[in-house]
């Protein structure tokens, strides 16, 4: 079982389309417990540097501009075995390939629009949470 923490944003377009607070409802209907939350708007270079494992790759300038394009949700929850149980919620990356009923499924419009971010691991969830907040921020 991994840990209780993971970390999620859900991202510009659907943010756009109005859909924060369902994605929010079924966040807490899978007993996510939400610890901090924040409303803001990722500028480039932030979005570089909080996605900088993925600088290199052929969808880097992409995903930093997008994520960079509006305001975000970002959000620290908290449940046992978090990391895995928000990815089963969620989906897979791209959305063509995500479950019926999971976030992405529902919301999300492609693999860059995505919907929603959620942590791959116990370590990156700790390191994308710190990014965002400080201890003051949680409750
Ligand atoms: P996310 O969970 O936020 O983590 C990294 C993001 O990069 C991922 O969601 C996708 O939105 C994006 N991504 C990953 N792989 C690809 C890809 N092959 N093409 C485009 N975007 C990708």
Redesign the pocket.
């Known amino acids: 079982m991994s840990g209780i923490q993971t970390f999620t ?1 859900i ?1 510009p377009v659907a943010v756009k389309n109005n859909y924060i607070g369902p994605i929010l409802h079924m966040i807490n209907e899978a007993g996510f417990r939400i610890k901090a939350m924040k409303f803001t708007h990722l500028t480039k270079q932030q979005a570089m540097v909080f ?1 900088s494992v ?1 600088e290199g ?3 880097f300038e ?2 930093t501009s ?2 960079s394009s509006g305001p975000i949700v970002a959000a620290i929850l908290e449940k046992d075995n978090a990391v895995a149980d928000f990815r089963q919620l969620i989906g897979a ?2 959305p063509a390939k995500a479950e019926q009923g999971t976030i992405r499924k529902l919301y999300a419009e ?5 919907a ?3 942590s ?1 691991s116990d370590e990156n969830a700790i390191i994308e949470s710190d990014f965002f907040f400080s201890k003051m921020e949680r409750y």
């Open positions: 944003m991202k996605y993925h790759k052929s969808f992409d995903l997008f994520m990356t791209d492609s693999m860059s629009h995505n929603v971010h959620g791959d």
